[in-house]
Antibody
């Protein structure tokens, strides 16, 4: 059974940093690209980052480019999202999702940016 | 960026009836490899989204065959036959042709 478990939830002040993790199991993690997707409260879904299976390519939404970094450790079956210079508009539920079609999703973690 | 436009914003359906949701992209989602990169998702209340359909009409594993997708180029439709209470939620289309990957704004399905 495919499982994606995010962690790193929390409340932070504007301008600060935070790192999210997503631990994968039930499939060969190192064979698949991975994504981060977020959902602001009562809003729709927004794709924010993609990393290839071997970390050879990374892509970002303009809204996070230069502030967020996606990375992975295939030896630990773990996906990361390093978030810097956080803004109030980054407040959202953050999901990791697998592969080319967001085949599987984690349960999500809430990030709240507020003073 | 490719813009994805969904309609209607919401739909109320009597159980057992059918519902259709439209999704239009600002650019053809047909790749030169012949694949059209359009998928559909359902987000049930308080749950993570789940994949329903990929490449216009391919049913994801474990998804009921009451769901079907159709369309081509820039115009796509998700049809839900014999709607059940468990189908309640927000439906999203997504394009995977190019980054940034973009979602439609969602269509809320409610039961009458």
């Amino acid at each position: 059974e495919v499982q994606l478990v995010e962690s790193g939830e929390g409340l932070v002040q504007p301008g600060s940093s935070m790192k999210l993790s997503c631990v994968a199991s039930g499939f060969t993690f190192s064979n698949y690209g991975m994504n981060w997707i977020r959902q602001a409260p009562k809003k729709g879904l927004e794709w924010i980052a993609l990393i290839y299976y071997d970390s050879s390519s990374k892509y970002y939404a303009d809204s996070v480019k230069g502030r967020f970094t996606i990375s992975r450790d295939n030896s630990k079956n773990t996906l990361y999202l390093e978030m810097n210079s956080l803004r109030s508009e980054d407040t959202a539920m953050y999901y990791c999702a697998t592969g080319s079609y967001f085949d599987y999703w984690g349960q999500g973690v809430m990030v709240t940016v507020s003073s | 960026d490719i813009m994805m436009t969904q309609s209607p914003l919401s739909v109320a359906v009597t159980p057992g009836e059918s519902a259709s949701i439209s999704c239009r992209s600002s650019k053809s989602l047909l790749h030169s490899n012949g694949i059209t990169y359009l998928s559909w998702y359902l987000q049930r209340p308080e749950k993570s989204p789940q994949l329903l359909i990929y490449q216009i009409s391919n049913l994801a594993s474990g998804v009921s065959d009451r769901f079907s997708g159709s369309g081509s180029g820039t115009d796509f439709t998700l049809k839900i036959s014999k709607v059940e209470t468990e189908d309640v939620g927000i439906y999203y289309c997504v394009q995977f042709l190019e980054v940034p990957l973009t979602f439609g704004s969602g269509t809320k399905l409610e039961i009458k």
